[in-house]
């Protein structure tokens, strides 16, 4: 398994370079993140930039995201979240780091362009191929329709629809999805023509 840092940057799709963020991104990414279509389906609220800029600062934050370029104009960014799927003791540490959470934040200025599909597919080709994990899961409100839509045009799987067990910020307890995708799932859609 790899980090992205230890990774060759930035990646290019046919519209789209992906590279790990900075801190010179964060001021960037804030604009996007606290804009109230984006907010309501976000876990943290972005209003004030010193709470925005003290959950960036986090150890874990920086070495997640990846800020999603147009033209050299940041658009978004993506997460890829390293984490241990649950496991027996006996075999724990066969589990470790082989699974990630991804997740996206694209400027509502830019969506209806296909962005974030390129842009997601592209996170998860670099998590199967480069990283090297063996599956990604994802999360969202039910309510979040074009976020579990672009999962299942992604080909990813939903594993779990809870039931009223999200607590928004609105004060409604929500349904969440859950999908999920493994990598042979993945590659055999990649190479569809049996070899011989």
């Not at 109230?36 to 003290?54: G, Q």
């Not at 998860?124 to 999962?151: K, Q, Y």
């Amino acid at each position: 398994m790899q980090a992205l840092a230890d990774l060759s940057w930035p990646r290019s799709t046919a519209r789209l370079e992906l590279r790990p963020a900075t801190a010179d991104d964060l001021d960037a990414l804030w604009k996007i993140r606290r804009q109230p279509v984006v907010a309501t389906w976000m876990t943290h609220l972005s209003d004030r930039w010193e709470d925005f800029h003290r959950r960036a600062q986090e150890p874990s934050w920086f070495p997640a995201t990846l800020v999603l370029e147009r033209d050299g104009t940041v658009i978004g960014d993506l997460m890829l979240r390293i984490e241990n799927p649950w496991s027996q003791g006996e075999v724990a540490e066969q589990a470790v780091g082989v699974q990630a959470e991804i997740g996206w934040c694209l400027d509502p200025s830019f969506q209806g362009h296909g962005y974030a599909t390129e842009g997601v597919a592209e996170l998860i080709r670099i998590a199967f191929e480069d990283v090297g994990l063996r599956r990604v899961t994802a999360l969202c409100f039910s309510a979040n329709e074009p976020s579990w839509r672009l999962m299942e045009r992604l080909g990813m799987r939903r594993e779990a629809h809870n039931v009223r067990d999200a607590l928004h910020r609105s004060g409604e307890w929500m349904d969440g999805y859950l999908y999920a995708l493994l990598a042979e799932e993945w590659r055999s859609r990649q190479d569809p023509q049996p070899r011989g």
